[in-house]
């Protein structure tokens, strides 16, 4: 059963980092596109980031581009997003989703698995 656990939220102050991290029980990680997304409240889902199963290739929403930065671990079947210079329009809760093959999909329809996602909570 394919599973995608979030981890790393928290509240943190203007200016400050995080490094949120998705363990992922998958038969092949490596055959997967991994991807996170955010959610704040009473808005829909938004792109954040994707990563190839190689780990080469990113891209990033244009919110968070140049703050936040996506990688993949694939010995330990592992992403994570590191935050900076957060800003308070970054509260929401983070998911890591998957989808097999290695299209790099910006729309949540795209992905099959997601994790219970992470709170990021950002104080001004």
């Known amino acids: 059963q394919v599973q995608l656990v979030d981890a790393g939220g928290g509240l943190v102050q203007a200016g400050g980092s995080l490094r949120l991290s998705c363990a992922a029980s998958l038969l092949t990680f490596s055959a997967y596109r991994m991807a996170w997304f955010r959610q704040a409240p009473g808005k829909e889902h938004e792109f954040v980031a994707t990563?190839?199963?190689?780990?080469?290739?990113?891209e990033y929403g244009d919110s968070v581009r140049g703050r936040f930065t996506i990688s993949r671990d694939n010995a330990k079947n592992m992403i994570y997003l590191q935050i900076d210079s957060l800003k308070p329009e970054d509260t929401a809760v983070y998911y890591c989703a998957a989808r097999a093959g290695s299209i790099g999909y910006t729309t949540p329809d795209k992905y099959e698995y997601w994790g219970q996602g992470t709170q990021v909570t950002v104080s001004s």
């Open positions: 990563i190839s199963w190689s780990g080469g290739t990113t």
